[in-house]
């Protein structure tokens, strides 16, 4: 488990009665009692700081507590930075969605997988259409055959109550037709 910059101990916060002691120059000084080590640490003018606290003994280090600190909270910032979130888009339509409301939905879900991020189509269906699944099926089916290029279906929940959810994501890595 990684510390991050709340979490710290050092100083009169170290609670261990032994403590596994690194010196200002990295060097292993053994195990001390955590008093030796503060007064060790406050001869040189430094801190000590617990920075593996979850072995046992806990290992402790002489060092600049601020230094240490600000080089955590840059460590947390930079994964931070590193993080993807992906989002999951939701597109509805009905089983008599026209024409050009259907190209608007497939532009859109185009965006959002090139843009990363997941797209849940739902296609509900009303009152009696229900009894006319064939319909939202085709065209579900067409949806998929012309987002192909980009996108492929993660997962297919098929009829949950009365919509079919399906999710698309990326392609991963694979070559598409006619390259």
């Known amino acids: 488990m990684t510390q991050n910059a709340k979490s710290v101990r050092a100083n009169e916060r170290i609670r261990a009665a032994q403590i596994r002691l690194?010196?200002?120059g990295g060097e292993q000084l053994g195990i001390v009692t955590a008093k030796e080590g503060l007064e060790k640490?406050?001869?040189?003018?430094?801190?000590?700081?617990?920075?593996?606290?979850?072995?046992k003994p806990p290992v402790?280090?002489?060092?600049?507590?601020?230094?240490?600190?600000?080089?955590?909270?840059?460590?947390?910032?930079?994964?931070?930075?590193?993080?993807?979130?992906i989002d999951v888009k939701e597109l509805k339509m009905t089983s008599k969605i026209e024409e050009h409301d259907y190209q608007t939905k497939l532009r859109s879900a185009?965006?959002?997988?090139?843009?990363?991020?997941?797209?849940?189509?739902t296609m509900f269906f009303r009152?009696?259409?229900?009894?006319?699944?064939?319909?939202?099926?085709?065209?579900?089916?067409?949806?998929?055959?012309?987002?192909?290029d980009v996108g492929?279906?993660?997962?297919?929940?098929?009829?949950?109550?009365?919509?079919?959810?399906?999710?698309l994501t990326g392609r991963t890595g694979k070559k598409v037709q006619g390259e």
């Not at 430094?46 to 606290?53: N, S």
């Not at 259409?129 to 012309?146: P, S």
């Open 60 to 85: 402790c280090r002489i060092l600049d507590l601020g230094k240490y600190l600000y080089s955590l909270s840059k460590k947390e910032k930079e994964a931070r930075k590193k993080q993807k979130v």
């Open 41 to 55: 640490a406050q001869s040189e003018g430094l801190d000590l700081v617990e920075v593996a606290p979850n072995v």
């Open 110 to 121: 185009r965006n959002f997988i090139e843009r990363g991020d997941k797209v849940k189509l």
């Open 152 to 167: 492929e279906v993660e997962k297919n929940d098929g009829l949950e109550g009365n919509a079919i959810h399906i999710y």
């Open 127 to 148: 009152g009696r259409e229900i009894t006319h699944m064939d319909l939202g099926e085709r065209i579900i089916a067409r949806f998929i055959q012309d987002i192909s």
């Open 22 to 24: 690194i010196g200002s």
